[in-house]
Nanobody, 125 residues
Framework: VQLQASGGGLVQPGGSLRLTCVNS????????ISWFRQPPGKEREFVAA????????DHADSVKGRFTISRDINKNTVYLQMNSLQHEDTAVYYC???????????????????WGQGTQVTVSS
């Protein structure tokens, strides 16, 4: 499994970005794919998750109503649409995958065996 995250960049407060996570090695079938982020000097934190089969999702309270995780089955891609970005959203964003995770563990970093390389999101005026 080789996860690749992309789409980060510099954006002004209130702006939008869309992050992309692809699996270059195989399909996402059977996986739960999540986005985590690590702000400067802080621990990695859960952002959102999606179960590939069925499309069930969950979002952290801090991003609900602003961020949306989704998937494109045909493109074998997971997206994180980020709107109304704020300074505190500045972080390195990672996509992570697991085939064995249960929903109650979606927010735990230790639940994921596969991680992408991270993409930097900077919100600044």
């Amino acid at each position: 499994v080789q996860l690749q995250a992309s789409g980060g960049g510099l954006v002004q407060p209130g702006g939008s970005l869309r992050l992309t996570c692809v699996n270059s090695a195989r399909t996402f079938r059977g996986y739960t794919i999540s986005w985590f982020r690590q702000p400067p000097g802080k621990e990695r934190e859960f952002v959102a998750a999606i179960k590939w089969s069925g499309g069930n999702t969950d979002h952290a309270d801090s991003v609900k109503g602003r961020f949306t995780i989704s998937r494109d089955i045909n493109k074998n891609t997971v997206y994180l649409q980020m709107n109304s970005l704020q300074h505190e959203d500045t972080a390195v964003y990672y996509c992570a995958g697991s085939t064995t995770i249960i929903r109650s563990s979606w927010a735990r970093t230790e639940s994921y065996a596969y991680w992408g390389q991270g993409t930097q999101v900077t919100v600044s005026s």
